[in-house]
T-cell receptor
Framework: GENVEQHPSTLSVQEGDSAVIKCTYS??????FPWYKQELGKRPQLIID?????GEKKDQRIAVTLNKTAKHFSLHITETQPEDSAVYFC???????????????FGTGTRLTIIP | EPEVTQTPSHQVTQMGQEVILRCVPI?????FYWYRQILGQKVEFLVSFYNNEISEKSEIFDDQFSVERPDGSNFTLKIRSTKLEDSAMYFC???????????FGPGTRLLVL
């Protein structure tokens, strides 16, 4: 099955600097890659996602890049703010739509701390 | 904006007892999932559910677990005989279509003593 590795496990950056979180996946059939932000005690919330037919996607201060050949994808947060502090999870899924089988396999998470 | 809801928010139970965790998905969602997150660890897939049947289940989802959608709105996860290692946050999620965004509920924190 799919295995998703995520690095680093913790990351501290100065407010205003950029943060980069990297994930690798094992199943070359995976074709959907969402990123979730989870604040303490709260539900995971989608912040951005990318599908395998594109290499990059951007939404304001957040961008995601995908390298299918190398099987890795990254989250980039620019101009970080204190409210960006949270745990970020990458995930991967494979579209086997005949079976409705689109479970998400999550990475181990990155605890991002923005230092004011 | 509609949200997935879950009840209870917290549940404490004795080992060996049955628990039922409830979820009310967003009304136009067709695909449903249960995930769990042991404290400080990653979110793990348990089971997916579509068209009133299980699509896939993980190795965690053994014979002690079951899911059903009894009335077309609620989506439940039952653990027949809880074990200490079942202590975790359980999240329900749903999506409109396959590989569309999965929206998570707030979770039920289960503690087995």
């Amino acid at each position: 099955g799919e295995n998703v590795e995520q690095h680093p496990s913790t990351l501290s950056v100065q407010e205003g600097d950029s943060a980069v979180i990297k994930c690798t996946y094992s199943d070359s059939a995976s074709n959907y890659f969402p990123w979730y932000k989870q604040e303490l005690g709260k539900r995971p919330q989608l912040i951005i996602d990318i599908r395998s037919n594109v290499g990059e996607k951007k939404d304001q201060r957040i961008a995601v890049t995908l390298n299918k050949t190398a099987k890795h994808f990254s989250l980039h947060i620019t101009e970080t703010q204190p409210e960006d502090s949270a745990v970020y999870f990458c995930a991967a899924s494979t579209d086997i739509s005949n079976f409705g089988n689109e479970k998400l396999t999550f990475g181990t998470g990155t605890r991002l701390t923005i230092i004011p | 904006e509609p949200e997935v809801t879950q009840t209870p928010s917290h549940q404490v139970t004795q080992m060996g007892q049955e628990v039922i965790l409830r979820c009310v998905p967003i009304s136009n969602h067709l695909y449903f999932y249960w995930y769990r997150q042991i404290l400080g660890q990653k979110v793990e897939f348990l089971v997916s559910f579509y068209n009133n049947e299980i699509s896939e289940k993980s190795e965690i989802f053994d014979d002690q677990f079951s899911v059903e959608r009894p009335d077309g709105s609620n989506f439940t996860l039952k653990i027949r005989s809880t074990k200490l290692e079942d202590s975790a946050m359980y999240f329900c999620a749903g999506s409109r279509r396959e590989q569309e965004t999965q929206y998570f509920g707030p979770g039920t924190r289960l503690l087995v003593l």
